[in-house]
């Protein structure tokens, strides 16, 4: 073996590798088998350097999935078994593996190193094809831009980008969920903060794309609102894309709805009693805690919002994305058709989506065409420029206020009555879930019943 394998890759031109680390790791797996515990879950056999390292840490993995024990012996008829004996050097191989590592007791360590060599890799071939590509596009600066963080997000992340998988790989994994969503007591996704949409949800699911419609005025951001402080409370991390309002607006709408202090007295100075300004500052207290991100970029592209989810899932993890409103987004590509430039939004949402395996809640203003109608229930016809949004949506649905135009006398309950109806729901029920409007608080309270479809 040239000097240039070994430790230091002390030849240039060869990639990024530390043979003697790879060597470390495979001969500590076969010396205690419970090794094998400190590197499964973060390494692979495409990150070793060497093929024939890559055959013996398989065969070592798949002996340790058998709960099999792992040894020169029990690796040696593993790979005779795949006829792979010869193509790594034999059992001879095998023992020099053993004997040049005196314990198991590093093996994370030199794990982090095969992985670490098999990141900077990655990054040379990424770096050589960004350069490929931008000599051959040099029109549109913006997808490049986000093609290369695509890329670089993609071996931060570490992600598999294996595009079909067998269905018997997914099982166990399955059927694991299924398990953990039984303690959950049917909540398997990010809360909503109101029960009954949860229980028609099951909370907000990874990777979907979920459009919240409404006529103007009707509080769909209010209610969005509700909907974050609720996910907040139970833990989550959520990024607000508000492109509507200003930071501030948006801060005062938490203060009021979670201080009960009605939201006109906060933004006019109308403040006297002490039990608000008390109210007032343990709403803060209770806010600082809660992991919510608020981004005002006026008008940002499709692009701009993916950069910025992508920062913020690297540095915080997140749990969900809100964007307030979708016709505020501005098109990558100028086009006078708004049909071309919405499906291009819709579809860089929902590609949002699945990239960071994050739900997106997506607010949308609909069709002028409802307030011609006398029943102004919405419709997911309604839904404005393009029916992709129904199509790439998982989940759609509307907040309405039913008596928000009537001119009859009415108890204030009655006048504002609302719901949010859920008129598609890709991967379960239909139905309304009964809402109270308070506009002193800008804020929707929850009524118990839930109606099914």
Sequence with gaps: MSKGTTKGNLDPKLPPQDIDAEKSVLGALMLDKNAVLKVLDFLEDRDFYVPAHQKIYQAIIELFEKNQPIDVLTVTTKLKDRNQIDTVGGSTYLTELINSVPSSAHVDHYGGIVKQKKVLRELLTTAARISEDVFQNQENPDEMLDMIEQKIFAINQKSKTYAFTPISDHLKAAYERMEKNLGMQGLSGTSSGFKGLDTLLSGFQKSDMIILGARPSMGKTAVTLDMVRGAAKAGASIAVFSLEMSKEQIIDRLIATESGVPLWNLRSGRITDEMDFQMIQAALDRLS?????????????????????????????????????????????????????????????????????????????????????????????????????????????????????????????????????????????????????????????????????
């Design 289 to 453: 805690r809660m992991k919510i991100y608020v981004d005002d970029t006026p008008s940002p592209t499709v692009l701009q919002i993916r950069s910025m989810a992508r920062k913020l899932k690297m540095e915080h993890e997140l749990d969900l994305i809100v964007i307030d409103y979708v016709q505020l987004i501005q098109p990558s590509r100028h086009s006078e058709n708004s049909v071309q430039q919405f499906t291009e939004i819709s579809h860089g949402i929902k590609g949002l989506a699945r990239e960071l395996n994050v739900p997106v809640l997506a607010l949308s203003q609909l069709s002028r065409g409802v307030e011609s109608r006398d029943d102004k229930t919405p419709r997911l016809s309604d839904l404005r420029e393009t029916g992709s949004w129904e199509q790439d949506a998982d989940i759609v649905m509307f907040i309405h206020r039913f008596n928000r135009d009537a001119k009859d006398l009415m108890s204030a309950e009655e006048k504002n009555k609302s719901a949010l109806i859920v008129t598609k729901h890709r991967n379960g029920p239909l139905g309304d879930v009964p809402l109270l409007w308070n506009p002193e608080k800008v804020s929707f309270t929850e009524v118990d019943t839930v109606h099914t479809i």
